[in-house]
């Protein structure tokens, strides 16, 4: 993978640093300047240059710049490979050298240079290729430091020639600019993905190709224990995939169960960032091999079948133990607890006597659930006679919940009753309290009620010996729990004039039960957060009004109630059909616009004896305060403000004009600090 993303890279340095060899001059070569954190980069060659060891004839690279497009260039740089140490460590610095001398395998600085001068071409150097400081070393780019100081939204231009071997300078140039201070195409990315073992972790990010063209390194920040971020010394590369996306990940050897926080922020090539990712937060542990059950032991007693294991190792990462049920060993098992960590014992009461219970443990982790158990067990709860079933069995609502009452069972064997729910009639029932004893009532308030539902109950007596009796008669009942229908998302439209066109997606393909819809409107955004109630409750909250005066059962609406010029801040909400309104949803904002004014549609003009006279319809439009009449000659190309009427004055003369002269004229509607185009020319020629 990291030579598949080297390539990439490499690819990428090259076509920045392409040249032309056949141009004279070639414009606004892609990437040729770039505006980076140091001033503006010209890429000037792929290799350093120098008369020792010369490219295609050339010994160096001149630099040109002018500030204004319209300017001559004038040289302010020429750029060769380094001729002494002491210029070698000016541009690298002592940090930097002892770096290349490790990846050139040279014991001195005077090593290091008689290597560099030798082996000029970037991409003999492997990934330190990328390193813009190498750029600088090598004299294959140029930093305009000056820049810096520059206001920000200058634009630059660059001109880039070669001095030849014979001491002239190349005919081929190349030219391009940028602008100081601008930003990368870059989009922050998302994490998708984590890698988690005992020593090492990765995570990765994407973002889509389109939107983040000049993304191709990241810069990666991990969280300290007093939780701050810094960034790491590595830089790890975007990878371009076949789905459009460039993909960062980033692996490190870690110590086991410690967790490690990271973020990123994407560059381009010459360390401009972007904007950061989220945070993505890794644990070095195996999930998948994660400590066992010891012996789990199931045991039948009067109470239930209890059931005892060996305590589990505590660790931060496990959470809690999930006990599953099932009366088939194979399949359709249910979650029935999850217990804390540090448990070693559970009871289960809520048994049908002489029935086997196959058990199931898994441990619970920060992750997602492992789905092979951790450990196994069975048991059977036995049974002779069964006692009589219940009898009287009646049910009311209660708070949210269901009240069940019925009348006792005369069984001197008796040992307790269990209620069953279903949602039908025809429906299997399921025992859904544990065993109940002393009292003939039960309390359902199970999270799972929903107060859509109809619910089937039903109760049964078991004795002593744990023989189960018939089921009692049963009762339907709903709760009141009031469900919410979903808000609605993601309200579209646009604003004319006149109105505001509102429309949202259907919810019903969310909820069937939902049969319309309420709009509220406000004239100032929302600057509270409403309580969590119905969202006439929080519209009300919140500064809003009702629009609708009867329920919208489109997924459209129009509101005609508006002034132009005005922003409205609307927001929705679903009704079902038991009347239950959803929150609020999102708002969204719309401005109609005033109406432009529009010129007279009729004028007309007549010569007459002191002169011409123009006659006009009257307007009769809002903001409308008066006329502004034009005139021109055929030798004028602009008509010239001859004059100007009150709004009910439609009748204008002119008597500037000259026997036997040819003009045209025409006529605006003027407002306040608005006016209108001129209305059609009408020409005459005056005959006095």
């Given at each position: 993978m990291k030579f598949l993303?080297?390539?990439?890279?490499?690819?990428?340095?090259?076509?920045?640093?392409?040249?032309?060899?056949?141009?004279?001059?070639?414009?606004?070569?892609?990437?040729?300047?770039?505006?980076?954190?140091?001033?503006?980069?010209?890429?000037?060659?792929?290799?350093?240059?120098s008369e020792g060891y010369p490219q295609s004839g050339r010994v160096a690279a001149v630099i040109y710049r002018k500030l204004n497009e319209d300017e001559e260039y004038e040289e302010i740089a020429q750029l060769q490979a380094p001729e002494?140490?002491?210029?070698?460590?000016?541009?690298?610095?002592?940090?930097?050298?002892?770096?290349?001398?490790e990846e050139t395998d040279t014991s001195s600085e005077e090593e290091l240079l008689n290597f560099i001068r030798s082996n000029s071409a970037l991409e003999l150097y492997g990934f330190i290729g990328l390193d813009p400081q190498l750029w600088r070393v090598l004299g294959t780019v140029y930093v305009d430091e000056e820049t810096q100081n520059f206001e920000q939204g200058q634009q630059v231009w660059y001109q880039v020639r070669y001095l030849m071997e014979d001491g002239t300078k190349s005919e081929e140039a190349f030219?391009?600019?940028?602008?100081?201070?601008?930003?990368?195409?870059?989009?922050?990315?998302?994490?998708?993905?984590?890698?988690?073992?005992?020593?090492?972790v990765s995570a990765s990010w994407?973002?889509?190709?389109?939107?983040?063209?000049?993304?191709?390194?990241?810069?990666v920040y991990q969280q300290t224990d007093e939780g701050e971020f810094t960034m790491l010394e590595e830089r790890i590369m975007g990878r371009r995939n076949a789905d459009s996306l460039i993909v960062y990940q980033y692996e490190?050897?870690?110590?086991?169960?410690?967790?490690?926080?990271?973020?990123?922020?994407?560059?381009?090539?010459?360390?401009?960032?972007?904007?950061?990712?989220?945070?993505?937060?890794?644990?070095?542990?195996?999930?998948?091999?994660?400590?066992?059950?010891?012996?789990?032991?199931?045991?039948?007693?009067?109470?239930g079948i209890h059931l005892f294991w060996e305590q589990i190792p505590q660790k931060p990462y496990l959470t809690g133990i999930e006990i599953q049920r099932s009366r088939d060993a194979r399949q359709n098992f249910i979650v029935l607890d999850t217990l804390s960590i540090a448990a070693t014992e559970y009871l289960d009461t809520q048994l049908v006597p002489n029935r086997s219970y196959y058990y199931e443990f898994r441990v619970v982790t920060m992750r997602e659930r492992n789905e092979l158990p951790s450990g196994v067990a069975s048991a059977s709860h036995e049974s002779t006679l069964p006692p009589s079933p219940p009898s009287g069995l009646t049910a009311e609502q209660e708070e949210q919940g269901i009240r069940l009452n019925w009348d006792s069972v005369e069984e001197p064997n008796l040992?307790?009753?269990?209620?069953?729910?279903?949602?039908?009639?025809?429906?299997?029932?399921?025992?859904?309290?544990?065993s109940i004893q002393d009292t003939t009532t039960f309390f359902d308030n199970a999270e799972q009620l929903n107060g859509r539902t109809n619910y089937v109950y039903a109760v049964k007596a078991v004795s002593n010996n744990e023989l189960e009796s018939d089921l009692s008669n049963t009762v339907t009942i709903r709760p009141d729990r009031i469900v919410r229908p979903p808000a609605p998302v993601g309200i579209e439209g646009y604003a004319e004039q006149s109105r505001v066109r509102l429309f949202w997606s259907d919810q019903t393909e969310r909820d069937q039960a939902v049969q319309g819809y309420n709009l509220y409107r406000s004239d100032s955004p929302m600057e509270i957060t409403p309580d969590s109630a119905a969202a006439s409750i929080q519209a009300e909250q919140a500064g809003f009004e009702q629009v609708n005066d009867s329920l919208i059962t489109t997924t459209s609406c129009d509101d005609i109630d508006i002034e132009s010029g005005k922003t409205y801040y609307y927001s929705l909400s679903s009704v079902d059909i038991f009347d239950v309104e959803s929150l609020m949803s999102n708002t969204a904002s719309f401005a109609p616009s005033a109406p432009a004014l529009r010129p007279p549609s009729r004028v007309s003009v007549r010569s007459v004896s002191t002169g011409v006279e123009l006659r006009w319809n009257k307007t009769l439009q809002d903001g409308a305060t008066g006329y502004r009449i034009y005139k021109r000659t055929p030798g004028e190309t602009e008509s010239t403000s001859i004059g100007m009427n009150d709004l009910d004055e439609t009748i204008f003369r002119d008597e500037n004009v000259s026997e036997g002269q040819l003009y045209w004229y025409s006529v605006s509607v003027i407002g306040e600090n608005t006016e209108s185009e001129t209305s059609s020319e009408e020409s005459v020629r005056v005959d006095i």
């Open positions: 993303q080297f390539t990439s890279a490499w690819v990428l340095l090259m076509l920045l640093l392409q040249v032309d060899a056949e141009a004279q001059i070639n414009q606004n070569p892609e990437n040729l300047v770039n505006w980076s954190p140091d001033g503006m980069i010209v890429f000037a060659s792929d290799a350093g240059l002494t140490v002491e210029e070698l460590n000016e541009r690298a610095g002592q940090v930097f050298i002892d770096r290349l001398m030219e391009g600019s940028d602008t100081v201070g601008s930003s990368p195409d870059i989009l922050a990315p998302q994490s998708i993905d984590r890698m988690e073992r005992d020593s090492l994407e973002s889509p190709i389109e939107g983040s063209e000049d993304a191709y390194f990241a810069r490190k050897a870690a110590e086991p169960e410690n967790a490690y926080t990271f973020f990123i922020e994407p560059v381009d090539v010459v360390g401009n960032p972007g904007p950061h990712s989220d945070t993505l937060t890794v644990i070095s542990v195996d999930f998948e091999n994660l400590p066992l059950f010891g012996e789990i032991t199931a045991k039948d007693t009067t109470s040992y307790a009753y269990y209620v069953y729910r279903g949602t039908s009639r025809y429906d299997s029932l399921a025992v859904v309290s544990p």
